[in-house]
Structure formats: C-alpha cells, structure tokens
C-alpha cells in the first residue's frame, strides 16, 4: 500500500463515539484490528488500517447485518465531520445525495456515482483505493448512511426500491427488514436504488445560512484536494473504474478529465510515466484484488480486468507475479 498523500483517510472521532453507545469499546477494536491504541487518537489513517478497524468492528458485532443496522441507526448527525453534516442541511433528499456524492471526494476511499431514469434512482459505490478488499460491514453501511441521510433529513421512514452487493451481508432477513426491499448478495456491484419521487421530498432539517458557510469552504478544499492529486493517480482510478468494459483507451480518459490527448500524454510523461504503463499497473492490482475474492473464477477475473481471452490473462500476471493466477491465490489467499 502506498504511503502518500492520497492514502490517507479521516476517522471521524464520531465513529468511537458511535461504537461507545453500542457497548464496545474503542481499545478492543483497536486490540482486533492488531493496531496501536494510539489509533484511537489519529485524526487519520491509511486505506490498510482503515479496513482493519471496519473489519475488527465487523468480527466483534458478529453478524455483518446487525452491526450495519446497529451502527447506521445510533449515529448521531452531529458526530458527522462538515463534509457530511453539510448534506443534513440540504434542501431536499436529492440536494442531500448531490451533496454527498460531491463532497464524498473529501472523504475516501469511495466514490458514489448518482443516476436518476424513469421511477429510479441508482447510487453505485465505488472503491477509489481497489489494492485492499473492503470489509463487507463498511459497505453496507455506506449504503445504509444513504439512506438514513433521508429518513433524517425528511422525518420520514423512506425505503430504498433494491440493494445489491457484491459479497454476503449475514443476516439478509433482517437488512431487508431495515431497507424495506429485496436485498441480493451476489451482484456485480454494489448499489442502492431509490425512489425517484422521493428525492423531491423537502429537508425538516434544511439550513441556508448553515450551507451559506460551509458550502464555499467546502468547495475551496474540494479544490485543493483535485488540484494536489497527481494526474497518474486519477487515470489508474479512471481505468480500475472502467476495464471490465474492455481496454480503456488515450481519448476516453482524457476526455473525462478534460484534456487532450496531448496534454494528458505530456503531464503523465512530467510524471515520469506513460499511460501505457498506468494501464499495466492497474489491470494487475485489480487482478490481485479479484483473485482474492474465492467467488470470482479465473476466466472472469480476465474479463473484468479487460482481457478478452484467459490465455493473454494468464501470460501478462506470469510477466508480473513469475506464476498463473491458480498458483498466486493458492500461495496467498485463505480459503
């Protein structure tokens, strides 16, 4: 794992605070998590032990769902750091989402992409830091923080249409229960899909002048944070984001980046790298990540990665790793 600037998270001392009126104490989580207890006091960590904590708060609740449902329920809004508590203070529930898929940038490692077509609204939870596997228990309640942010905001008991993740989520029983619709386990990714017409449903807890003071401070950092990440950092996070759809190309990604090809080809060359070489990387952090998830077989994971045959797969990991997929998982993922 990386060790710079773009690897760092911010724990929300709310979080302690959350676990505390649940029963369990900050140093046991820490004492799981095989982390110092000086964690407890870090304002932020790495993706690594960021997981870790998640993880440790995941095995001490027992149940996957009953820790999301526990957690997602007792947070109090005013524990949430401004990027957060900014979105209770919205206009409406769409305001809210908008916000919160904007300002979600401050607070790695994921990102929500928002779609509104026809009765729907789809958010797709994606990983922008993909070389650790997310602790299920976190995804969910990224999901449930959703839609708790409406429940809040609009004083209503809103449900969600669907959910959908990608690995198991214990007790699905009792997630449906929370949600108030079908949950699947086995998804291609993870999503929350909600209610159109629920989105228009104004916020009790809407303040201007709140939003007046935070908004610009807010949206300065958002600045500065996209102004210090490295170009070579945003266009392996664009390709990682794109390759099941096959090989990225030149154009695409510096489309979305809004730059030519030529300047994008010149600022990653700054960089002391090419896009060639990014593409390489990404395709096999992504493959390590994948083959350590014992549900994907081999053939798949090629296919995501964007390979359209398993033999060219399986000559470019020989290249990175000296071994076949089959061997590496066997030597480095528990089964």
């Known amino acids: ?71 997602a329920t007792v947070y109090e809004v005013t524990k949430y750091p401004p990027p957060i508590l900014a979105t209770y203070h919205a206009r409406d529930y769409r305001d809210a989402l908008h916000r919160m898929a904007r300002y979600k940038q401050l607070c790695p490692p994921e990102k929500l992409k928002m779609v509104e077509a026809g009765e729907s609204c789809t958010i797709d939870l994606e990983w ?54 079908p949950i699947r ?36 950092t958002l600045h500065e944070h996209k102004v210090n990440r490295s170009v070579s950092d945003m266009v392996k996070w664009i390709m990682k984001r794109s390759l099941s759809a096959g090989r990225p190309e030149v154009h695409t990604v510096a489309k979305e980046l809004g730059m030519s090809n030529r300047t994008l080809q010149r600022r990653l060359m700054d960089e002391k790298t090419s896009f060639v070489h990014l593409l390489t990387q990404a395709r096999h952090e992504q493959a390590r990540m994948y083959l350590a998830d ?12 964007g390979y359209e045959d398993q033999n060219s797969f399986y000559r470019a990991f020989r290249a990175w790793e000296g071994e076949t997929p089959a061997h590496w998982r066997s030597e480095h993922v528990e089964r």
């Not at 922008?128 to 969910?140: E, M, Q, R, S």
């Not at 291609?188 to 002048?209: A, C, K, M, S, V």
């Not at 014992?294 to 990665?305: M, N, R, T, V």
Request: include cysteine; glycine fraction near 8%.
């Open 128 to 181: 922008i830091v993909t070389d650790h596997t997310c602790p299920p228990l976190l995804v969910g309640i990224t999901l449930a923080f959703l839609l708790e942010l409406g429940r809040k905001g609009t004083g209503r008991p809103l449900i969600a249409s669907a959910v959908e993740f990608t690995q198991p989520m214990g007790d699905v029983k009792a997630l449906e229960a929370y949600f108030g619709c």
């Open 185 to 220: 386990t086995d998804a291609i990714g993870n999503r929350l899909t909600l209610h159109r017409q629920d989105l228009d449903i104004p916020f009790l807890t809407y303040n201007e002048e709140l939003l007046e003071i935070l908004g610009p401070s807010l949206d300065h």
């Open 294 to 305: 014992l549900s994907l077989d081999i053939k798949e994971i090629a296919f995501l990665i």
């Open 1 to 71: 794992m990386s060790s710079d600037s773009n690897d760092r998270i911010k724990m929300p001392q709310g979080f302690w605070e959350g676990l505390r009126q649940l029963g369990i104490a900050s140093y046991d989580v820490a004492r799981k998590a095989g982390l110092p207890l000086t964690i407890i006091s870090e304002t932020t960590v790495n993706t690594a032990q960021y997981y870790a904590i998640w993880q440790a708060y995941s095995d001490l609740t027992g149940d996957i769902a009953q820790g999301i449902i526990k957690l």
